[in-house]
């Protein structure tokens, strides 16, 4: 099996949404990943629990990566490095993007994330915008320099993704003691999705990811992760592109960019339950997630799965403020 090292606290509370179940008419449920308690918490650290043996068995004694200003990944993985005494280097960008360039809308530069990978050590080099392959290809060229410094570097891929983070995530689906009839998750990278689509197909449980960005090609992505994970774990279930249900009409004006609807449904669970959501991913899947509701795609026993993020809500201007809200 993989070595875990463990770093969060498992499992994460799952429970219902009392007021938000009776305000909607369905069961509404939450896995709360945001209180996984590892630096911050949110999903990274689950998946950290098994990319840190990876990365201790490479022998390196640095460790290099990229992602964005507010990338709550760099902020975990900068922890979980420092821990084990490692050296942690990353860059990043305010809004990385696919190309073509979208009208520049100011990023999150500072506050948030930036300060808490301050704190945990990390050595960051922030560059202007310009695309995930050109960030991808300034950690390369930082993995380069460092090693001709004489490091010992291990280079991780954006966000963590990997099988290791879906092997997480179809571990942590073992925490959930109910079943539900839809399961709703924020997407990025896709590892989170992959893991819990693994788990549930052929399961009368249906995942639904909300992308955080426009990406196309993600069900490719999504469905690869999975067939990683059928070889990893010997299982046959052959996810194929078709089988991953992926919505991008969320993600609003781009990648790290809030959008309305989000900031409207992260009042809406914070007036009516007391939780907070992310700007960047949670607030957008819960934005699909009432719409989803309110047209009749989902319904019964629906369990959004909140992946954490809060460190990036102090970076973004803060949601307009409102004191009555009504529910359409
Ligand atoms: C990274 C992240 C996601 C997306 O997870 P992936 O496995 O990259 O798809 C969702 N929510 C939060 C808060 C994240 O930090």
Known sequence: MIPRFPLCQLPTPCHRLERLSSDLGVELWIKRDDLTGFAAGGNKGRKLEYLLPEILASGCDTV???????????????????MVGLRFAAVTMPLPFEPPAPEMINGAVQGGNLILDDLFGAEITQLKNGTWDELEAASNQLADKLEKEGCMVKLIPLGGSSVQGAFAFSEACKELGESFDHIVVPTSSGSTHAGIAHFFSGTPTKVTGFCADPEPGMTDVVASLCGDLDHLLGTTKHLKPRDIELDTSFSGPGYGVASEVGDRATQLLAHREGIVLDPVYTAKAFAGLLDGIKNGRFKGRILFWHTGGLPSLFAYAAPTRGNSLEIE
């Open 64 to 82: 290099v990566s990229s992602g964005a200003n507010q990338s709550n990944f760099i902020r975990q993985l900068a922890a979980a490095c420092r």
